[in-house]
């Protein structure tokens, strides 16, 4: 509908839908519960014949929407409240006239009708505060359809992104599902440099890579540069530093000689239990981890993706302070 016709009509369907979801999953899972108790008690009868009566089925289906709703309201308050995480590492390089860097990273925004001005603002004060020397976003800051993004002017925010050695982003999955070129060249036109496959050497003292999503190959027919072939023209006496959207192929950055790599998108299932599910198809899916001299660090996201709740973990803003030795 927001494609079709942008209205507040399509704002109403649109907060309407992504609360349900959240409250449908949870739903699911008290009937799937039940379910499951029915049939033990079908196995080996323990249900005394009281709990099968029609009030106290009521009574049930009842506490089940009031634990559901106390639960999406206590989520929706936590989604809003983005924590400052601190991720203290040392780089084994040394670096002429920089002894320490203060990297500001936030990733999976998802700027659209359901992070509107008002969160967005916020999310760049926050940013902003934290003084950091540089500003890097780790894709998905578009949340699919540009329209909303658009028309809320959220490009103006975004333009108050301020760091002394520049604000840099990468693509995520959401820009390709809504189309990874106007979001850019969007992005691009309000402060943010996109670093697509690529390479930047930062003041000549460390560089950026940016790595396109790995899901372009799913919605551009093209198909991202490979890890070594980015590394190519790099001088490893530098530090490096690595955006990629997705927290794939950890042991190849090891194999390549990355000293940082930063990634998001898995929102660490965003809702528990989902988290079990990103814990099994990705190494990290959020937090730190050391692979021989390779740090990375998987933010769970600052934004959110469909119920504009999270259950489980907190939205954060990372503050990298990378020491060099």
């Known amino acids: 509908m927001e494609r079709i016709w942008l209205s507040l009509v399509s704002d109403v369907f649109t907060w309407i839908g992504s609360f349900w979801l959240a409250a449908f999953f949870y739903l699911l899972l008290i009937v799937i519960a ?13 249900i005394p014949d009281s709990a099968k009566s029609l009030e106290f089925r009521k009574i049930v289906f009842w506490a089940s929407v009031g634990v ?19 991720l203290e590492i040392t780089a084994d390089k040394k670096v002429e006239g920089m002894k320490e860097l203060n990297i500001a990273f936030a990733s999976d925004i998802h700027l659209g009708t359901l992070i509107g001005p008002r969160r967005t603002n ?12 540089l500003i890097l976003l780790g894709g998905d800051i578009v949340d699919e359809d540009l329209g909303p993004v658009i028309r809320n002017n959220l490009g103006d925010s975004l333009k108050k992104l301020s760091a002394p050695l520049g604000v840099f982003g990468i693509t995520g999955n959401h820009e390709y599902i ?3 070129e106007p979001a850019v060249k969007y992005l691009e036109a309000h402060g943010v440099k996109m670093i697509r496959d690529t390479a930047i050497k930062i003041d000549n003292k460390f560089y950026i890579l940016g790595r396109e999503d790995r899901d372009m190959r799913n919605f551009a027919g093209t198909k991202r540069k490979e890890i070594q072939s980015l590394m190519q023209e790099i001088d490893h006496t530098f530090p490096i530093i690595m955006l990629d959207h997705q927290p794939f192929e950890l042991d190849i950055k090891e194999e390549n000689g990355i000293d940082l790599t930063l990634s998001g998108h898995t929102h660490h299932g965003q809702m528990w239990p989902l988290n079990y599910i990103t814990k099994a198809i990705y190494e990290v899916s959020w937090g730190y981890k050391k692979k021989g001299n390779t740090h990375v660090y998987v933010s769970s996201g600052v934004g959110g993706w469909g ?4 259950i489980g973990n907190r939205p954060e803003i990372v503050l990298v302070n990378v020491k060099f030795n």
């Open 34 to 46: 039940i379910d499951l108790i029915r049939l033990l008690d079908y196995i080996i009868p323990f």
């Open 68 to 86: 559901v709703s106390l639960l999406l309201l206590a989520g929706f308050i936590n989604a809003l409240i983005p924590r400052v995480k601190t």
């Open 122 to 133: 916020k999310i760049i004060q926050k940013i902003n505060g934290l003084n950091a020397d």
């Open 178 to 180: 809504g189309g990874a």
């Open 307 to 310: 119920p504009p709740v999270r």
